[in-house]
Nanobody
């Protein structure tokens, strides 16, 4: 059974950093595009970042560009999101997802597999 599991969330002060990980199991996602989405309390889920299956292409939302970095290690079946200079508005549940589409898909409907999510809270 294909599974994605996030880790690395927590409470951090404004300006701090966190690195999220997403471990894949049950099948190989090495030919899948991967992405990070987040959902704040009372808000809709929003796209954060995506990476192509070989890692050669990345795409970020304007709100995180220059602060977050998405990467993947296909040998370890793991996706990462390095988050620097965190702001209170970054507070949300962060979920990783896998898409069979090429490139760097930004729409959640294009993703087939989802993790349960990990909470990130940034205090002001």
């Amino acid at each position: 059974q294909a599974q994605l599991e996030e880790s690395g969330g927590g409470l951090v002060q404004s300006g701090g950093s966190l690195r999220l990980s997403c471990a894949a199991s049950g099948r190989s996602f090495s030919t899948y595009a991967m992405g990070w989405f987040r959902q704040a309390l009372g808000k809709e889920r929003e796209f954060v970042a995506a990476i192509s299956w070989l890692g050669g292409s990345t795409y970020y939302s304007d709100s995180v560009k220059g602060r977050f970095t998405i990467s993947r290690d296909n040998a370890k079946s793991t996706l990462y999101l390095q988050m620097n200079n965190l702001k209170p508005e970054d507070t949300a549940v962060y979920s990783c997802a896998a898409s069979p589409k090429g490139g760097t898909p930004i729409y959640s409907l294009l993703y087939q597999y989802w993790g349960q999510g990990t909470q990130v809270t940034v205090s002001g």
